[in-house]
């Protein structure tokens, strides 16, 4: 997998939490009447499933990342499985997110 694709799968599963909580807000506002219904009955499930992989996904990344420096490995691992989805998009913006061409050029990539 190349780093922009692997970049972009997981800034789309660290917004994914928060994308379902606006699913949920319009749900309980507008009722689930906008949704198919099989979808309308199992959405909670199939969102769950999904936050519940890239949670894991995350946590191993941590130990993986050669961006992550060697001393701070643990500790993001800890961060990603006590406060998951919320520290997500932070480890991504950190840790994943491509760097710009700039700051590779310069060496403070």
């Known amino acids: 997998m190349s780093s922009r694709t692997k970049a972009i799968a997981f800034g789309l599963a660290a917004m994914w939490f928060y994308l379902l909580m606006g699913v ?4 309980g506002i507008d009722g689930p009447r906008w949704l198919p219904e099989h979808l309308s009955r199992y959405w909670i499930l199939y969102a769950g499933i999904i936050v519940v992989v890239s949670w ?4 191993i990344d941590a130990f993986r990342n050669p961006r992550v420096p060697e001393g701070k490995r643990r500790l993001w691992a800890a961060v990603l499985f ?3 989805p919320w520290a997500m998009p932070f480890y991504f913006w950190f840790y994943v997110r491509p760097v710009r061409r700039l700051e590779a050029a310069d060496g403070r990539a």
């Not at 949920?24 to 749900?27: D, F, I, N, S, V």
């Open 24 to 27: 949920a807000l319009l749900a």
């Open 56 to 59: 894991i996904v995350f946590v």
């Open 82 to 84: 006590f406060a998951g």
